[in-house]
């Protein structure tokens, strides 16, 4: 069986005093809890702060970004070594918030993705459709053209190094959940591309929800065969909100 694995992504939120405390409020509720991945992506200045509260935890930490390019001349970027320089374990890729307020394309988001498989980290892909394409109906095709550009881009093998978070960007920040029905029937849909690929690899591939996820619904939307985890926004500021939904996910 896939293990759950809960992520917060802080997007930027926070200041060193604030997570502080809500990283070692995070790590005494997670005492005694075992049967779920845990990881915080935090924003670059924080990491150094991530790595000494979390090393030697089962806490990971990540980056929410990553430039594709080792290194260069590109202002106010971060390259994969410099995640690894910090220990990172993982880093979100395609973020809708990326896609849509940074212009990030499919293609520039599957170089990033590549770039940090390369690199040895383990990327989470981020898919979703908006709330135009799906009132469109568009929803499958949306996800299925994310989704295949990183794979064309890396190999499907490659794929057993990364994680699928499906984020549809109208439940992200406002409230709208989708439906464990909804959220599972696109999980069903990633899983199936891939495994139109190779079957071993989709099998094992954890994809996590993201958007208003709280501890309200996680346990329905963890629930569903082909949810494997959550990404989570605003509710993991909230050190009990989010130990609520780590709680949900042990299997
Ligand atoms: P919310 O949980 O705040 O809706 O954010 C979801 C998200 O974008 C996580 O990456």
Redo the contacts with the bound molecule.
């Keep these: 069986m896939r293990q759950q694995f809960v992520a917060g992504?802080w997007?930027m939120h926070g200041g060193l005093a604030q997570n502080r405390r809500l990283l070692q409020d995070v790590l005494v509720g997670l005492a005694g809890v075992s049967g779920v991945e845990v990881a915080v992506f935090v924003p670059f200045p924080y990491l150094a702060q991530a790595q000494a509260a979390l090393a030697g935890t089962p806490v990971g930490w990540g980056a929410q970004t990553v430039n594709e390019h080792p290194q260069g001349a590109y202002t106010g970027e971060v390259s994969v070594a410099m995640l690894r320089d910090f220990a990172c374990r993982y880093v979100?890729v395609g973020?809708?918030?990326r896609r849509a307020i940074f212009g990030e394309s499919d293609a520039a988001v599957a170089e990033k993705f590549a770039a940090a498989l390369a690199g040895g980290l383990r990327p989470v892909l981020?898919v979703g459709e908006t709330l135009d394409q799906r009132e469109a109906g568009q929803t499958a095709a949306v996800v299925a053209a994310q989704l295949d550009a990183a794979l064309q881009r890396v190999g499907v093998a490659a794929l057993a190094n990364a994680v699928v978070?499906y984020?549809p960007v109208w439940?992200?920040?406002?409230g709208r959940t989708a439906s464990p029905e909804q959220a599972q029937e696109v999980h069903a849909a990633i899983r199936a591309q891939v495994a139109g690929a190779d079957a071993q690899v989709a099998e094992r591939l954890q994809i996590l929800y993201?958007?208003?996820?709280k501890p309200q619904n996680a346990a329905e939307l963890l629930a569903m065969p082909d949810i494997d985890g959550g990404?989570?926004?605003?509710?993991s500021l909230v050190a009990n909100d989010f130990l609520a939904i780590c709680r949900a996910a042990v299997r």
């Design positions: 992504n997007k979100l973020h809708s918030e981020c978070a984020e439940a992200i920040g406002t993201g958007g208003s996820m990404l989570i926004g605003g509710a």
